[in-house]
Antibody
């Protein structure tokens, strides 16, 4: 059974960079045909796709966040990571990592709350 | 960007009754639409893809219909475990996915 687990600081200061890692177990991150993505959900609000990385290394970002987002993959550790720069309070959210095809998301991590506050 | 609009925002339904949720796209997404269920404190779970195909393990009381710009998720007889928030997602123009804002199904 595939499992994804987010990790990283739960508190980030304004203007700093949010960094999260997703560790994949029960399957290989190098499997063909799958994307590995990040989705966030501000408290009490809906879902927003942040970006994804293909197993080949190609990256895709939400245009509204593209200038601040970097997603990378470390196949040796079966992990992928998110960096979001210049954060503000509006970036406070539960951040989910997920596996998907170019269609739907079939596996999600449990989510991690990141709060932006001084 | 394709905007997905869900209605109503909140639906109050008694257990055993039928629930009908709507999702409208700002432009055609063909049948490239999915529905997810999210319970408090949990990640979303895929229910329906291709507008009408149930994902693995999803009970038959969940059904989806529609194409183009108008879609419906129907829960034929609400069980206690079905009270949750439901999101639609279009994937017609990957990677420019978008989600609806959600419909909360609450106990009447």
């Amino acid at each position: 059974q595939l499992q994804l687990q987010e990790s990283g600081p739960g508190l980030v200061k304004p203007s700093e960079t949010l960094s999260l890692t997703c560790t994949v177990s029960g399957g290989s991150i190098s499997s063909s045909s799958y994307y590995w993505g990040w989705i966030r959900q501000p408290p009490g609000k809906g879902l927003e796709w942040i970006g994804s990385i293909y197993y080949s290394g190609s990256t895709y970002y939400n245009p509204s966040l593209k200038s601040r987002v970097t997603i990378s993959v470390d196949t040796s550790k079966n992990q992928f990571s998110l960096k979001l720069s210049s954060v503000t309070a509006a970036d406070t959210a539960v951040y989910y990592c997920a596996r998907h095809r170019a269609t739907v998301i079939d596996y999600w991590g449990q989510g991690t709350l990141v709060t932006v506050s001084s | 960007e394709i905007v997905m609009t869900q209605s109503p925002a909140t639906l109050s339904v008694s257990p055993g009754e039928r629930a009908t949720l709507s999702c409208r796209a700002s432009q055609s997404v063909s049948s490239n639409l999915a529905w997810y269920q999210q319970k408090p404190g949990q990640a979303p779970r895929l229910l329906i893809y291709g507008a009408s195909t149930r994902a693995t393990g999803i009970p038959a009381r969940f059904s989806g219909s529609g194409s183009g710009t108008e879609f419906t998720l129907t829960i034929s007889s609400l069980q206690s475990e079905d009270f949750a928030v439901y999101y639609c997602q279009q994937y017609n123009n990957w990677p420019w996915w978008t989600f609806g804002q959600g419909t909360k199904v609450e106990i009447k």
